[in-house]
Protein backbone atom coordinates (compact mmCIF):
# COMPACT_ATOMS: atom_id res chain seq x y z
CA UNK A 1 0.00 0.00 0.00
CA UNK A 2 1.12 3.21 -0.45
CA UNK A 3 1.45 6.45 1.42
CA UNK A 4 1.25 9.72 -0.35
CA UNK A 5 1.57 13.09 1.11
CA UNK A 6 0.24 15.87 -1.17
CA UNK A 7 0.17 19.51 -0.64
CA UNK A 8 -0.14 22.36 -3.62
CA UNK A 9 0.13 26.25 -3.28
CA UNK A 10 3.01 28.30 -4.56
CA UNK A 11 5.16 25.05 -4.28
CA UNK A 12 3.85 21.62 -5.15
CA UNK A 13 5.17 18.68 -2.96
CA UNK A 14 4.62 15.27 -3.65
CA UNK A 15 6.33 12.64 -1.09
CA UNK A 16 5.59 9.09 -1.93
CA UNK A 17 7.13 6.13 0.64
CA UNK A 18 5.97 2.59 0.36
CA UNK A 19 4.91 0.79 3.03
CA UNK A 20 4.26 -3.02 1.92
CA UNK A 21 6.45 -5.64 2.13
CA UNK A 22 8.04 -7.71 -0.48
CA UNK A 23 11.74 -8.94 -1.47
CA UNK A 24 14.65 -7.17 -2.92
CA UNK A 25 14.92 -4.63 -6.42
CA UNK A 26 13.12 -5.28 -9.83
CA UNK A 27 14.52 -3.31 -12.81
CA UNK A 28 12.94 -2.55 -16.27
CA UNK A 29 14.26 -0.85 -19.08
CA UNK A 30 13.07 0.38 -22.69
CA UNK A 31 14.38 2.50 -25.36
CA UNK A 32 13.01 4.07 -28.73
CA UNK A 33 14.54 5.58 -31.62
CA UNK A 34 13.42 9.76 -31.56
CA UNK A 35 14.99 10.85 -34.43
CA UNK A 36 12.83 12.83 -36.35
CA UNK A 37 11.23 11.41 -39.36
CA UNK A 38 10.73 14.93 -41.15
CA UNK A 39 13.97 16.50 -40.59
CA UNK A 40 13.28 20.53 -38.69
CA UNK A 41 14.70 23.14 -37.27
CA UNK A 42 17.78 21.76 -34.68
CA UNK A 43 17.97 23.24 -31.00
CA UNK A 44 20.82 25.00 -29.27
CA UNK A 45 22.33 27.45 -31.63
CA UNK A 46 20.87 30.66 -32.71
CA UNK A 47 23.43 30.80 -35.65
CA UNK A 48 21.58 28.08 -37.51
CA UNK A 49 20.14 28.83 -40.80
CA UNK A 50 18.10 26.13 -41.62
CA UNK A 51 16.53 22.60 -40.99
CA UNK A 52 18.82 19.33 -40.46
CA UNK A 53 20.00 17.71 -43.34
CA UNK A 54 20.18 14.05 -41.95
CA UNK A 55 21.53 12.13 -38.75
CA UNK A 56 25.04 10.92 -38.13
CA UNK A 57 23.27 8.09 -35.35
CA UNK A 58 19.54 7.80 -33.86
CA UNK A 59 18.27 9.95 -31.14
CA UNK A 60 16.84 8.34 -28.29
CA UNK A 61 14.59 8.61 -25.49
CA UNK A 62 15.17 6.07 -23.03
CA UNK A 63 13.27 4.58 -19.63
CA UNK A 64 14.57 2.69 -16.57
CA UNK A 65 11.70 1.92 -13.78
CA UNK A 66 12.85 0.97 -10.58
CA UNK A 67 10.66 -1.18 -7.70
CA UNK A 68 11.76 -1.75 -4.22
CA UNK A 69 11.31 -4.34 -1.53
CA UNK A 70 7.92 -2.63 -1.06
CA UNK A 71 6.85 -2.40 -4.26
CA UNK A 72 7.01 1.39 -4.64
CA UNK A 73 8.15 2.49 -8.26
CA UNK A 74 9.67 5.23 -9.94
CA UNK A 75 11.08 5.48 -13.85
CA UNK A 76 13.35 7.94 -15.26
CA UNK A 77 13.31 9.01 -18.77
CA UNK A 78 16.18 10.35 -20.41
CA UNK A 79 15.89 12.08 -23.98
CA UNK A 80 18.66 13.27 -26.65
CA UNK A 81 17.71 16.76 -26.55
CA UNK A 82 18.43 19.66 -25.79
CA UNK A 83 15.58 20.44 -23.69
CA UNK A 84 11.87 19.95 -22.69
CA UNK A 85 9.60 22.65 -20.64
CA UNK A 86 6.70 22.43 -19.38
CA UNK A 87 4.31 22.01 -22.16
CA UNK A 88 5.70 18.68 -22.80
CA UNK A 89 7.00 17.56 -18.81
CA UNK A 90 3.63 18.28 -17.54
CA UNK A 91 1.59 16.36 -19.58
CA UNK A 92 3.81 13.60 -20.24
CA UNK A 93 4.68 13.17 -16.44
CA UNK A 94 0.31 13.05 -16.06
CA UNK A 95 0.38 10.37 -18.58
CA UNK A 96 2.87 8.44 -17.11
CA UNK A 97 1.50 8.48 -13.63
CA UNK A 98 -2.28 7.28 -15.20
CA UNK A 99 -0.32 4.36 -17.04
CA UNK A 100 1.08 3.33 -14.44
CA UNK A 101 0.14 4.23 -11.19
CA UNK A 102 3.77 6.14 -10.41
CA UNK A 103 2.91 9.75 -8.58
CA UNK A 104 5.00 12.93 -9.82
CA UNK A 105 7.64 12.50 -7.35
CA UNK A 106 8.71 8.82 -8.93
CA UNK A 107 9.01 10.61 -12.27
CA UNK A 108 12.29 11.92 -13.66
CA UNK A 109 12.99 13.58 -17.11
CA UNK A 110 16.69 13.85 -17.95
CA UNK A 111 18.07 15.93 -21.06
CA UNK A 112 21.21 14.77 -22.73
CA UNK A 113 21.06 18.68 -23.55
CA UNK A 114 23.01 17.79 -26.89
CA UNK A 115 22.93 20.82 -29.60
CA UNK A 116 22.55 18.62 -32.32
CA UNK A 117 18.80 17.54 -31.41
CA UNK A 118 15.57 18.89 -32.55
CA UNK A 119 13.34 22.20 -31.47
CA UNK A 120 10.28 20.46 -29.34
CA UNK A 121 7.97 22.91 -28.15
CA UNK A 122 8.31 26.09 -26.08
CA UNK A 123 12.10 25.16 -25.40
CA UNK A 124 14.13 27.86 -26.17
CA UNK A 125 11.87 28.82 -28.61
CA UNK A 126 12.40 32.64 -28.67
CA UNK A 127 15.50 31.77 -30.27
CA UNK A 128 14.17 30.72 -33.78
CA UNK A 129 12.20 32.33 -35.92
CA UNK A 130 10.30 29.42 -37.29
CA UNK A 131 8.37 29.91 -41.03
CA UNK A 132 4.94 28.17 -40.59
CA UNK A 133 6.03 25.03 -42.56
CA UNK A 134 8.75 24.41 -39.60
CA UNK A 135 6.53 25.55 -36.88
CA UNK A 136 4.38 22.50 -38.26
CA UNK A 137 6.82 20.11 -37.80
CA UNK A 138 7.79 21.21 -34.45
CA UNK A 139 4.45 20.92 -33.21
CA UNK A 140 4.13 17.53 -34.60
CA UNK A 141 7.26 16.38 -33.61
CA UNK A 142 6.31 17.69 -29.68
CA UNK A 143 2.92 15.83 -30.28
CA UNK A 144 4.60 12.81 -31.13
CA UNK A 145 7.45 13.22 -28.35
CA UNK A 146 5.14 13.93 -26.05
CA UNK A 147 2.55 10.84 -25.80
CA UNK A 148 5.96 8.69 -26.44
CA UNK A 149 7.94 9.27 -23.26
CA UNK A 150 4.50 8.14 -21.34
CA UNK A 151 4.19 4.74 -23.55
CA UNK A 152 8.31 4.79 -23.34
CA UNK A 153 7.65 4.96 -18.89
CA UNK A 154 4.81 2.17 -19.60
CA UNK A 155 7.00 -0.47 -21.89
CA UNK A 156 9.86 0.12 -18.82
CA UNK A 157 7.50 -0.63 -15.71
CA UNK A 158 6.24 -3.68 -18.07
CA UNK A 159 9.78 -4.96 -18.19
CA UNK A 160 10.07 -5.13 -14.39
CA UNK A 161 12.35 -8.02 -13.09
CA UNK A 162 13.97 -8.79 -9.91
CA UNK A 163 17.61 -7.71 -10.49
CA UNK A 164 20.35 -6.14 -8.00
CA UNK A 165 21.68 -2.59 -8.35
CA UNK A 166 25.20 -1.51 -7.99
CA UNK A 167 26.54 1.57 -7.86
CA UNK A 168 30.31 3.37 -8.24
CA UNK A 169 31.50 6.53 -9.29
CA UNK A 170 34.29 6.93 -12.17
CA UNK A 171 35.98 10.19 -13.26
CA UNK A 172 36.90 11.71 -16.95
CA UNK A 173 38.34 15.32 -16.86
CA UNK A 174 37.74 16.51 -20.70
CA UNK A 175 35.40 18.96 -18.95
CA UNK A 176 36.70 22.60 -18.73
CA UNK A 177 35.36 25.62 -16.96
CA UNK A 178 33.93 27.88 -20.02
CA UNK A 179 34.00 30.71 -18.14
CA UNK A 180 37.42 30.78 -16.75
CA UNK A 181 39.46 29.66 -19.79
CA UNK A 182 39.45 30.77 -22.94
CA UNK A 183 38.93 27.69 -26.09
CA UNK A 184 42.22 28.71 -28.25
CA UNK A 185 44.20 28.36 -25.05
CA UNK A 186 42.86 25.46 -23.33
CA UNK A 187 44.93 22.70 -24.99
CA UNK A 188 48.34 24.92 -23.55
CA UNK A 189 46.61 25.81 -20.68
CA UNK A 190 45.83 22.05 -19.89
CA UNK A 191 49.28 21.03 -20.81
CA UNK A 192 50.55 23.55 -17.96
CA UNK A 193 48.64 22.48 -15.57
CA UNK A 194 46.76 26.03 -15.59
CA UNK A 195 43.10 25.30 -16.08
CA UNK A 196 40.73 27.28 -14.06
CA UNK A 197 37.47 27.36 -12.46
CA UNK A 198 35.42 25.11 -10.66
CA UNK A 199 34.14 21.77 -12.31
CA UNK A 200 32.76 18.25 -11.71
CA UNK A 201 34.59 15.59 -13.23
CA UNK A 202 32.34 12.55 -11.49
CA UNK A 203 31.26 9.99 -13.27
CA UNK A 204 28.09 8.36 -11.23
CA UNK A 205 27.10 5.34 -12.62
CA UNK A 206 24.39 3.12 -11.85
CA UNK A 207 23.92 -0.47 -12.72
CA UNK A 208 21.15 -3.11 -12.73
CA UNK A 209 22.22 -6.83 -13.23
CA UNK A 210 19.70 -9.75 -13.88
CA UNK A 211 19.31 -13.13 -11.40
CA UNK A 212 22.67 -14.63 -13.69
CA UNK A 213 24.81 -11.66 -13.12
CA UNK A 214 24.57 -10.18 -16.42
CA UNK A 215 24.31 -6.17 -16.62
CA UNK A 216 21.83 -5.41 -18.56
CA UNK A 217 20.92 -1.36 -17.62
CA UNK A 218 23.76 1.05 -17.26
CA UNK A 219 23.21 5.02 -16.21
CA UNK A 220 26.00 6.96 -16.52
CA UNK A 221 25.95 10.49 -16.04
CA UNK A 222 28.87 13.76 -16.61
CA UNK A 223 29.03 17.37 -15.91
CA UNK A 224 29.32 18.86 -19.43
CA UNK A 225 27.60 20.78 -22.24
CA UNK A 226 26.81 18.85 -25.33
CA UNK A 227 28.17 21.30 -27.82
CA UNK A 228 31.38 19.43 -29.40
CA UNK A 229 29.65 19.82 -32.34
CA UNK A 230 27.74 22.58 -34.22
CA UNK A 231 26.68 21.05 -37.71
CA UNK A 232 23.22 20.10 -39.25
CA UNK A 233 23.13 16.59 -38.93
CA UNK A 234 21.02 14.66 -35.63
CA UNK A 235 23.15 13.39 -33.13
CA UNK A 236 23.48 12.85 -29.46
CA UNK A 237 26.85 14.50 -29.43
CA UNK A 238 29.56 13.17 -27.08
CA UNK A 239 26.95 11.49 -24.75
CA UNK A 240 25.46 9.85 -28.24
CA UNK A 241 28.99 8.02 -28.57
CA UNK A 242 29.24 7.04 -24.94
CA UNK A 243 25.96 5.65 -24.88
CA UNK A 244 26.60 3.35 -28.15
CA UNK A 245 30.35 2.43 -27.09
CA UNK A 246 28.66 1.34 -24.03
CA UNK A 247 26.04 -1.22 -25.18
CA UNK A 248 28.47 -2.38 -28.08
CA UNK A 249 30.48 -3.30 -25.04
CA UNK A 250 27.67 -4.80 -22.80
CA UNK A 251 25.63 -6.43 -25.39
CA UNK A 252 21.59 -6.43 -24.36
CA UNK A 253 22.62 -3.82 -22.00
CA UNK A 254 20.38 -0.13 -22.24
CA UNK A 255 22.99 2.61 -21.66
CA UNK A 256 21.34 5.75 -20.24
CA UNK A 257 22.90 9.31 -20.12
CA UNK A 258 21.69 12.14 -17.51
CA UNK A 259 23.56 15.61 -17.77
CA UNK A 260 24.88 17.00 -14.64
CA UNK A 261 25.55 20.36 -13.54
CA UNK A 262 28.12 21.73 -16.27
CA UNK A 263 26.21 24.20 -17.61
CA UNK A 264 29.48 26.47 -17.48
CA UNK A 265 31.48 23.49 -18.65
CA UNK A 266 32.09 22.53 -22.19
CA UNK A 267 34.23 20.01 -23.44
CA UNK A 268 37.26 22.07 -25.22
CA UNK A 269 38.58 21.30 -27.65
CA UNK A 270 35.98 20.90 -30.05
CA UNK A 271 33.85 21.43 -33.14
CA UNK A 272 34.69 18.03 -35.00
CA UNK A 273 33.13 14.47 -35.47
CA UNK A 274 36.34 13.00 -33.99
CA UNK A 275 36.46 15.42 -31.26
CA UNK A 276 32.69 13.94 -30.09
CA UNK A 277 33.66 10.36 -30.58
CA UNK A 278 36.98 11.24 -28.42
CA UNK A 279 35.07 12.55 -26.00
CA UNK A 280 32.12 9.47 -25.77
CA UNK A 281 35.03 6.98 -25.94
CA UNK A 282 36.41 8.42 -22.72
CA UNK A 283 33.10 8.75 -21.04
CA UNK A 284 32.63 5.11 -21.80
CA UNK A 285 35.93 3.99 -20.71
CA UNK A 286 35.31 5.83 -17.37
CA UNK A 287 31.88 4.44 -16.91
CA UNK A 288 33.54 0.89 -17.81
CA UNK A 289 36.22 0.83 -15.44
CA UNK A 290 33.55 1.61 -13.23
CA UNK A 291 31.30 -1.43 -14.22
CA UNK A 292 34.12 -3.62 -13.92
CA UNK A 293 36.04 -2.87 -11.44
CA UNK A 294 34.49 -0.02 -8.88
CA UNK A 295 31.07 -1.30 -8.29
CA UNK A 296 29.34 -1.85 -5.26
CA UNK A 297 25.98 -3.24 -4.38
CA UNK A 298 23.47 -1.11 -3.11
CA UNK A 299 22.81 -1.38 0.63
CA UNK A 300 19.31 -1.44 1.77
CA UNK A 301 15.91 -1.84 -0.95
CA UNK A 302 13.86 0.97 -0.23
CA UNK A 303 13.13 3.54 -2.76
CA UNK A 304 11.76 6.89 -1.45
CA UNK A 305 11.06 10.37 -3.48
CA UNK A 306 9.70 13.91 -3.32
CA UNK A 307 9.04 16.40 -5.49
CA UNK A 308 8.60 19.78 -5.22
CA UNK A 309 7.93 23.36 -7.29
CA UNK A 310 9.31 26.19 -5.86
CA UNK A 311 8.62 29.92 -6.49
CA UNK A 312 11.85 31.04 -7.80
CA UNK A 313 12.27 34.72 -7.93
CA UNK A 314 12.87 37.14 -11.04
CA UNK A 315 14.99 40.10 -10.28
CA UNK A 316 12.67 42.59 -12.33
CA UNK A 317 9.50 42.12 -14.16
CA UNK A 318 9.36 44.73 -16.77
CA UNK A 319 5.89 46.54 -17.01
CA UNK A 320 4.03 47.50 -20.47
CA UNK A 321 5.60 50.22 -21.39
CA UNK A 322 9.09 48.83 -20.92
CA UNK A 323 8.62 45.98 -22.92
CA UNK A 324 6.62 48.42 -25.44
CA UNK A 325 10.34 49.99 -25.72
CA UNK A 326 12.25 46.66 -26.31
CA UNK A 327 10.30 45.65 -28.81
CA UNK A 328 12.27 48.97 -30.72
CA UNK A 329 15.53 47.33 -29.09
CA UNK A 330 18.23 46.43 -32.21
CA UNK A 331 19.12 42.83 -30.76
CA UNK A 332 16.19 41.05 -32.68
CA UNK A 333 16.45 38.48 -29.33
CA UNK A 334 15.66 41.39 -26.85
CA UNK A 335 12.52 42.83 -29.32
CA UNK A 336 11.30 38.76 -29.93
CA UNK A 337 11.21 38.34 -26.09
CA UNK A 338 9.88 41.62 -25.53
CA UNK A 339 6.65 41.00 -28.22
CA UNK A 340 5.94 37.63 -26.74
CA UNK A 341 5.43 38.87 -23.03
CA UNK A 342 3.24 42.05 -24.38
CA UNK A 343 0.76 38.96 -26.19
CA UNK A 344 1.17 37.49 -22.54
CA UNK A 345 0.11 41.01 -21.10
CA UNK A 346 -2.41 41.19 -23.39
CA UNK A 347 -4.11 38.20 -23.02
CA UNK A 348 -3.85 37.18 -26.49
CA UNK A 349 -2.22 34.04 -26.42
CA UNK A 350 -3.14 30.94 -24.00
CA UNK A 351 -1.18 30.26 -21.06
CA UNK A 352 2.15 29.28 -22.16
CA UNK A 353 4.86 27.82 -19.95
CA UNK A 354 7.78 29.34 -21.43
CA UNK A 355 6.96 32.75 -20.37
CA UNK A 356 5.61 33.72 -16.71
CA UNK A 357 2.04 33.35 -16.21
CA UNK A 358 -0.23 37.14 -16.08
CA UNK A 359 -1.25 37.83 -12.26
CA UNK A 360 -4.13 38.80 -11.56
CA UNK A 361 -3.53 42.53 -12.02
CA UNK A 362 -2.68 41.94 -15.28
CA UNK A 363 1.32 42.30 -14.57
CA UNK A 364 3.63 39.38 -15.73
CA UNK A 365 3.77 37.18 -12.27
CA UNK A 366 7.55 37.89 -10.40
CA UNK A 367 8.57 34.06 -9.64
CA UNK A 368 9.03 30.97 -12.20
CA UNK A 369 7.18 27.54 -10.99
CA UNK A 370 10.68 25.87 -10.77
CA UNK A 371 11.35 21.46 -9.98
CA UNK A 372 13.39 20.07 -7.64
CA UNK A 373 13.34 16.52 -7.38
CA UNK A 374 15.18 13.93 -4.59
CA UNK A 375 15.13 10.30 -4.78
CA UNK A 376 16.20 8.18 -2.12
CA UNK A 377 18.21 5.08 -3.35
CA UNK A 378 18.68 2.39 -0.33
CA UNK A 379 20.88 4.14 2.28
CA UNK A 380 23.86 4.55 -0.30
CA UNK A 381 22.32 7.40 -2.40
CA UNK A 382 20.62 10.95 -2.46
CA UNK A 383 19.81 11.61 -6.14
CA UNK A 384 19.18 15.19 -6.80
CA UNK A 385 17.39 16.50 -10.07
CA UNK A 386 17.14 19.89 -10.41
CA UNK A 387 15.49 21.65 -13.45
CA UNK A 388 17.21 24.03 -16.17
CA UNK A 389 20.95 24.52 -16.93
CA UNK A 390 22.45 24.45 -13.24
CA UNK A 391 26.26 25.70 -13.15
CA UNK A 392 29.05 23.54 -11.16
CA UNK A 393 29.02 25.38 -8.24
CA UNK A 394 25.57 23.27 -7.41
CA UNK A 395 26.71 19.97 -7.08
CA UNK A 396 29.89 21.03 -5.27
CA UNK A 397 28.75 22.73 -2.84
CA UNK A 398 25.80 19.83 -2.01
CA UNK A 399 28.60 16.93 -2.47
CA UNK A 400 30.56 19.10 -0.32
CA UNK A 401 28.04 19.44 2.54
CA UNK A 402 26.03 16.12 1.63
CA UNK A 403 28.45 13.32 1.15
CA UNK A 404 30.59 13.16 -2.36
CA UNK A 405 29.86 9.37 -2.44
CA UNK A 406 26.28 9.83 -1.37
CA UNK A 407 25.16 12.47 -3.52
CA UNK A 408 24.30 12.35 -7.13
CA UNK A 409 23.09 15.56 -9.08
CA UNK A 410 21.26 15.54 -12.71
CA UNK A 411 20.56 18.77 -14.19
CA UNK A 412 18.51 19.92 -17.34
CA UNK A 413 15.81 17.73 -15.72
CA UNK A 414 12.09 17.92 -16.08
CA UNK A 415 12.12 21.34 -17.10
CA UNK A 416 14.80 23.66 -18.80
CA UNK A 417 13.63 26.65 -18.10
CA UNK A 418 16.91 28.68 -18.13
CA UNK A 419 20.52 28.74 -16.70
CA UNK A 420 20.65 28.45 -12.56
CA UNK A 421 23.25 30.38 -12.00
CA UNK A 422 24.99 30.31 -8.34
CA UNK A 423 24.79 33.57 -6.39
CA UNK A 424 28.68 34.03 -7.64
CA UNK A 425 27.90 33.21 -11.35
CA UNK A 426 24.61 35.80 -10.70
CA UNK A 427 27.23 38.10 -9.41
CA UNK A 428 29.47 37.75 -12.51
CA UNK A 429 26.96 38.23 -15.21
CA UNK A 430 28.07 37.12 -18.27
CA UNK A 431 26.00 34.72 -20.36
CA UNK A 432 25.35 31.98 -17.51
CA UNK A 433 24.47 35.00 -15.22
CA UNK A 434 22.82 37.49 -17.01
CA UNK A 435 21.86 37.33 -21.04
CA UNK A 436 21.12 33.99 -21.30
CA UNK A 437 17.78 34.83 -20.49
CA UNK A 438 16.75 36.33 -23.04
CA UNK A 439 16.93 33.34 -25.17
CA UNK A 440 14.57 31.34 -22.81
CA UNK A 441 12.18 34.43 -23.15
CA UNK A 442 12.45 34.94 -19.62
CA UNK A 443 12.26 38.66 -17.93
CA UNK A 444 15.17 39.30 -16.42
CA UNK A 445 17.50 37.30 -14.34
CA UNK A 446 17.04 35.40 -11.60
CA UNK A 447 17.49 37.36 -7.75
CA UNK A 448 19.57 37.04 -5.85
CA UNK A 449 18.07 34.52 -3.54
CA UNK A 450 18.51 32.08 -6.13
CA UNK A 451 21.13 29.77 -4.95
CA UNK A 452 20.05 29.30 -1.23
CA UNK A 453 15.90 29.63 -2.47
CA UNK A 454 17.05 26.36 -4.24
CA UNK A 455 19.43 24.49 -1.66
CA UNK A 456 16.91 25.40 0.85
CA UNK A 457 14.00 22.90 -1.00
CA UNK A 458 17.01 20.18 -1.94
CA UNK A 459 17.70 20.07 2.04
CA UNK A 460 13.73 19.70 2.78
CA UNK A 461 13.36 16.86 0.30
CA UNK A 462 16.18 15.25 1.42
CA UNK A 463 14.96 15.50 5.04
CA UNK A 464 11.53 13.79 4.09
CA UNK A 465 12.93 10.90 1.97
CA UNK A 466 15.13 9.80 4.40
CA UNK A 467 12.46 9.39 6.80
Not at 114 to 133: A, F, K, R
Not at 226 to 246: H, N, V
Not at 422 to 448: D, N, Q
Request: glycine share 8%; proline share 6%.
Amino acid sequence: MFRCILMRSLLTLFVCVSSASAAGWKVGVAKMDITPKNPGWMSGYAARTGPATGAAHPLWAKAIALEDASGNKSVLVTIDVVGIARDVEVPAAEAITKKTGIPRSGIAFACSHTHCGPVVGQNLLTMYDLSEIETAKMLSYTAMLTHELGTLAEKAVAELKPATLHTGIGRTSFAVNRRENPADKVVELRKNLSLKGPVDHDVPVLVAKDEAGKVFAIVTQYACHCTTLDYDKYSGDYAGYAQIALEKQYPGAVALFAAGCGADANPLPRRSVELAEQYGSRLAHATSVVVDHGLAPLEGDRLAHAFEEIPLKHSKVPNKAELEAETKDPNKYIAGRAKMLLARLGGQDKDSPLFPKRGADGNLTPAYPYPVQVWSLGKDIDWIFLGGEVVADYSLRLKRSNGSGRTWVTAYANDVMAYIPSLRVLKEGGYEGATSMIYYGLPSPWSESVEEDIISAVVRLIAKVRK
